[in-house]
């Protein structure tokens, strides 16, 4: 079992940046493939980017890809979302995701492929 908590989310203006972070209970933070997704009203949860469990393998949205980065540290069992260069269509709730896997480079860029879910935080870009 893994339990996932979101922070450092907030209201920022455009162009601005934000750090989030995905903290993991466990002792087996380092066997799961992370994920980070998000929701923004009225529409359906969007996926973000994600990461493979050594972190050596990244794949991001086209629509973040250049502002965003994934990262990890697995001896703090935390996963992170370094924003960059917000936008107003960014605002959303940002939630992780983790999914166990025996392939340490294998990343899951699908909904459906995560077993844990945080409940998320909110970014919130002004213009």
């Known amino acids: 079992q893994v339990q996932l908590v979101e922070s450092g989310g907030g209201l920022v203006q455009a162009g601005g940046s934000l750090r989030l972070s995905c903290a993991a209970s466990?002792?087996?933070?380092?066997?799961?493939?992370m994920g980070w997704f998000r929701q923004a009203p009225g529409s359906e949860r969007e996926f973000v980017g994600c990461?493979?469990?050594?972190?050596?393998?990244?794949y991001y949205s086209e629509s973040v890809k250049g502002r965003f980065t994934i990262s990890r540290d697995n001896a703090k069992n935390t996963m992170y979302l370094q924003m960059n260069s917000l936008k107003v269509e960014d605002t959303a709730v940002y939630l992780c995701?983790?999914?166990?896997?025996?392939?340490?480079?294998?990343?899951?860029?699908?909904?459906?492929?995560?077993?844990?879910w945080g409940q998320g935080t909110q970014v919130t870009v002004s213009s």
């Open positions: 990461i493979s469990r050594s972190g050596g393998s990244t």
């Open positions: 466990g002792r087996t933070f380092s066997s799961h493939a």
């Open positions: 995701a983790a999914v166990w896997t025996s392939f340490s480079e294998r990343y899951y860029n699908t909904e459906r492929a995560y077993t844990y």
